[in-house]
C-alpha cells in the first residue's frame, strides 16, 4: 500500500503564491469553463463564479446558447461565449488562448456534445481540469484518454471514477485501480469523496478539510471553478488541484459554524471561499 501523506495548512501555506501588488487583469490568468446544457446551466454558473472568485483575472464561459442570459445575469463578470445549437453544446469554439480550461459540469453526454468534446480534447494543447459529464463522455470514448496532455486532471466523484476505471471490491483495491489509472495514463486524479485525494501517480495526497455540508448540489461544480482558477494563475497542475480541494472543504468548515450543515448550499461554498483564503494571505 502506498504511503499517503497528508495535505493541511502547513503543506498549503508552501504551496500559496500571495498576489504581486502589480499585477493586472491580464496576467492573474484567463480561465476558460465549458459547461452547462438546458436545465444545468447553474452548473455553468457556480463553476465560472467559484473561477472568479478564487483570482483570476478573466473568466469566460462557454455554454449553449438557452444559458446566455442566465449567466450574463447571475455572474455579469464573467464573460460568454455561446454554441450556436440552443440546449447543449455542440461545437466548441472561442476565440482566445485561455491560461486554462476547466471542462464538463453539466454538459450533459449527448451525441453532439460527446463529438465537440472529443474535438476538443483532440486539439487542446493548453492547461485542462475535466469533470463530471466530461469524465462521463471520456469513460464513453477511452480511445480519447491518450490525447488528453500530461498532468490533465480528472476530479470524478466515486460514479464517475467506476465509470473510468471500473467496479473495485475494497477501498484498497479502488485506491491501487486509481494509481494505476494515474500511472498509466499521466494524468492527476482527485477522487472526490470524504475525504478527497489527489492522486499523482504514485503520490497520493489526503485533503484534511472538508465535511458534510459539502453534500450538496453543485459543490463539485464549485470545486472545477476553484482548480481551473488557480491553473489558470500558473500553479502546477499538481498544486492546483491540492491547493484547490484544500480551500473548497476549508470554505465549508468556515461556513458550517454560521450557517449550520443543512443551510448550506454549494453558493454559500463560493460565499466563504474569501474567508479561506484569508487564512493563508494573513500569515
Ligand atoms: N445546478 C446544476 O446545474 C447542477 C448540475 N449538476 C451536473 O449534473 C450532472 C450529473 O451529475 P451527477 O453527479 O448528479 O450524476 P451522476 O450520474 O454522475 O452521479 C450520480 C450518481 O452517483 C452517485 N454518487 C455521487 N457521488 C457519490 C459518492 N461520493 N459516493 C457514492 N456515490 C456517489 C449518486 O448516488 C448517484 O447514483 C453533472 O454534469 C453535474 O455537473 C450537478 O452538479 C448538480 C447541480
Ligand atoms: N461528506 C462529505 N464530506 C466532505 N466532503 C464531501 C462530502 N460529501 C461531498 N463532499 C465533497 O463535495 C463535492 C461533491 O462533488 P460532486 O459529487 O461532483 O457534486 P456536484 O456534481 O453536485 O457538483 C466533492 O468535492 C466532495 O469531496
Ligand atoms: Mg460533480
Redesign the pocket.
Known amino acids: 500500500m502506498n504511503t499517503i501523506k497528508f495535505f493541511d495548512r502547513k503543506e498549503a501555506l508552501a504551496r500559496y503564491k500571495p498576489v504581486p501588488c502589480d499585477t493586472h487583469k491580464g496576467i492573474q490568468g484567463h480561465a476558460l469553463i465549458v459547461?452547462?446544457s438546458y436545465?444545468?446551466?447553474?452548473?455553468?454558473?457556480?463553476s465560472s463564479r467559484a473561477c472568479l472568485k478564487s483570482g483570476c483575472g478573466l473568466v469566460t464561459a462557454f455554454i449553449p446558447k438557452c444559458g446566455y442570459q442566465i449567466l450574463q445575469a447571475s455572474n455579469p463578470e464573467v464573460m460568454t461565449y455561446t454554441d450556436d445549437v440552443e440546449k447543449q453544446i455542440s461545437d466548441i469554439h472561442f476565440m482566445f488562448k485561455p491560461d486554462a480550461v476547466g471542462l464538463?459540469?453539466?454538459?450533459?453526454t449527448a451525441m453532439q456534445t460527446q463529438k465537440a468534446v472529443l474535438k476538443f480534447l483532440s486539439k487542446c494543447n493548453c492547461k485542462l481540469l475535466i469533470?463530471?459529464?466530461g469524465l462521463?463522455i471520456l469513460a464513453e470514448n477511452m480511445d480519447s484518454i491518450c490525447s488528453l496532455k500530461e498532468n490533465t486532471i480528472l476530479t470524478p466523484?466515486?460514479?464517475?471514477l467506476e465509470?473510468l476505471i471500473g467496479e473495485w471490491e475494497t477501498e484498497d483495491e479502488k485506491m491501487q485501480k486509481a494509481i494505476d489509472f494515474s500511472l498509466q495514463h499521466k494524468v492527476i486524479i482527485v477522487m472526490?469523496?470524504?475525504p478527497t485525494h489527489v492522486i499523482s501517480g504514485a503520490t497520493v495526497y489526503q485533503n484534511t478539510t472538508g465535511n458534510a455540508a459539502l453534500a450538496t448540489?453543485?459543490?463539485?461544480?464549485v470545486l472545477t471553478g476553484i482548480i481551473t482558477s488557480l491553473l489558470a494563475q500558473s500553479y502546477d497542475a499538481l498544486d492546483a488541484a491540492l491547493l484547490g480541494v484544500y480551500l473548497h472543504g476549508l470554505s465549508a468548515d468556515i461556513a458550517v459554524p454560521e450557517t449550520g450543515t443543512h443551510f448550506f448550499t454549494?453558493s454559500d461554498c463560493i460565499d466563504y471561499l474569501g474567508k479561506a483564503f484569508l487564512t493563508l494571505e494573513k500569515s
Open positions: 459547461a452547462g436545465g444545468k446551466i447553474g452548473a455553468a454558473v457556480l464538463g459540469p453539466g454538459i450533459g469533470d463530471a459529464d462521463n466523484h466515486q460514479k464517475e465509470r472526490k469523496g470524504a448540489a453543485g459543490s463539485g461544480d454549494a
